[in-house]
């Protein structure tokens, strides 16, 4: 079965003005079906043909030779993950999930500090995370490239593609525009605390 990159739950033009339709019809249309095109290419007659997505990163994650395997899952996955985070007006935060991000920032303005600080730390492309720990604190972490929490063995929460393909066309070079318009006002918080571990 070949992968396939997911219709968008919302519309091209829903995000706008704080995420265009032309940095929506690029990013999902071109760039993550470009990650799904070649992933397609690279997995039959591999090691990794008939294994599950996930399978598929933490298998080839840091494998000499299954670079771009590893690239290209990791990035299908990451985008998977990133488009349903999203949503236009993104209202309150469910009580479950704003006391877990008190007890380990102390306060949501300083988690909301935290993500676009380590956004802007991550040099080059990459993704900033919130993530559940091992040890079940909840932490902000970037990683490089296609790079994810999976392979880390993290609960990834939420994660915030800082590719400059995510924020050019809107924002050209500011990144941290960029990432304080996502966090106040394109993430689905109800979505971010139903990944929560129960
Ligand atoms: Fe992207």
């Given at each position: 079965m070949p992968f396939t990159v997911p219709s968008l739950?919302?519309?091209?033009?829903?995000?706008?003005?704080?995420?265009?339709a032309e940095t929506l019809d690029l990013h999902h249309g071109k760039h993550h079906q470009a990650y799904v095109t070649k992933l397609n290419e690279l997995?039959?007659?591999?090691?990794?043909?008939?294994?599950?997505l996930e399978e598929i990163i933490r298998g080839s994650f840091e494998r000499p030779g299954a670079e771009a395997i590893f690239n290209n899952a990791g990035q299908h996955w990451n985008h998977n993950f990133f488009w349903p985070s999203l949503r236009p007006d993104a209202g309150g935060m469910p009580g479950r999930l704003e006391s877990r991000l008190k007890g380990d920032f102390g306060t949501i303005d300083a988690f909301n500090a935290e993500f676009v600080k380590q956004g802007l730390a991550q040099f080059g492309s990459g993704w900033v995370w919130l993530v559940q720990t091992r040890e079940g604190r909840l932490a902000v972490t970037k990683s490089a490239n296609?790079?994810?929490?999976l392979v880390h063995d993290q609960t990834p929460l939420l994660g915030c593609d800082?590719?400059?393909?995510?924020y050019y066309v809107d924002y050209r070079n500011r990144r941290a525009d960029y990432l304080q318009a996502f966090v106040d006002h394109l993430v689905d918080w109800d979505v971010v605390a139903s990944r929560l571990p129960a």
């Open positions: 739950p919302y519309a091209l033009d829903a995000l706008a003005p704080v995420m265009s997995v039959p007659g591999s090691a990794f043909e008939g294994l599950s296609a790079i994810n929490p800082v590719w400059e393909h995510s």
